[in-house]
């Protein structure tokens, strides 16, 4: 029998079927660990995407080597640093980020706590919740933060430069000026391809959405690295492209 049983050949890897016939679709699982010694023996990950959702776990602030800085504001920053790392590894940005959820023992640290998440998120605007809590589960720990992120298609776009021999290393340059830009806007060079000659280059490049390449396009800055590239031989074709 086939699918929702009607005649026909079984559902692909990844379906199956409910008491009731209905076709029930479940989306590949993808875990993030980040070497935690407590992973395999709590049972967690410390991030979960399923489609284009991403959820990072409850996150405390310790370093690799097992510190824990006293400072709460500082304590923070590395849950957020951590969050992040996480994040990236699943294909997923801070922009992606729709909402936080901070946990602090002292409700006096939630000015502190508050001010870093408003430097990290302050034009992102999350949802957002902070709970000041009975405790948390390492007595140095003064906060611990979660977060959730939906992917949203980016726009990718092919750019394709034929660099002549006197242009090679000004295009290095300007390169080195410009791509600092891109995650100012929310977007990220995927990939970077050169020809055997060196005198053409193919990059990949990804933004959030076409509100960002336009901010890109417009930045002062990126117009005044361009000036880098004056009177060159730098020849360019802009191509947007899809996955296929």
């Known amino acids: 029998m086939g699918w929702g049983g009607v005649a026909g050949p079984d559902p692909p890897s990844g379906t199956g079927r409910t008491g009731t016939g209905t076709l029930v679709i479940v989306a590949d699982r993808q875990r993030i660990s980040s070497g935690s010694p407590f992973e395999p023996t709590i049972g967690f990950s410390r991030a979960v995407r399923v489609g284009d959702r991403v959820v990072v776990s409850g996150t405390g602030p310790v370093f690799p080597d097992g510190s824990c800085p006293a400072d709460v504001a500082l304590q923070a920053r590395r849950c957020f640093a951590i969050i992040e790392a996480a994040l990236v590894e699943a294909g997923a940005t801070r922009q992606d980020v729709v909402r936080t959820r901070m946990l602090v023992l002292d409700p006096a640290d939630g000015e502190a706590v508050g001010a870093v998440h408003g430097e990290i998120f302050g034009e992102i605007r999350p949802a957002a919740t902070m709970v000041a809590v009975a405790a948390l589960l390492d007595p140095r720990w003064k906060v611990e933060i979660e977060a959730e992120a939906v ?36 977007g990220r060079l995927d990939r970077r391809l050169r020809t055997a000659d060196g005198r053409t280059e193919i990059h990949l490049l990804s933004f959030a959405g076409r509100a960002g390449y336009d901010a890109y396009l417009a930045d002062p800055d990126r117009t005044a690295a361009g000036r880098l590239l004056d009177g060159l031989d730098v020849r360019h074709r802009l191509l947007e492209v899809i996955d296929i």
């Open 151 to 186: 992917v949203a298609p980016r726009l990718t776009l092919a750019l394709v430069v034929d660099v002549g021999d006197d242009a090679v290393e000004p295009f290095d340059a300007y390169e080195r000026r410009v791509l600092p830009l891109l995650a100012r806007h929310g």
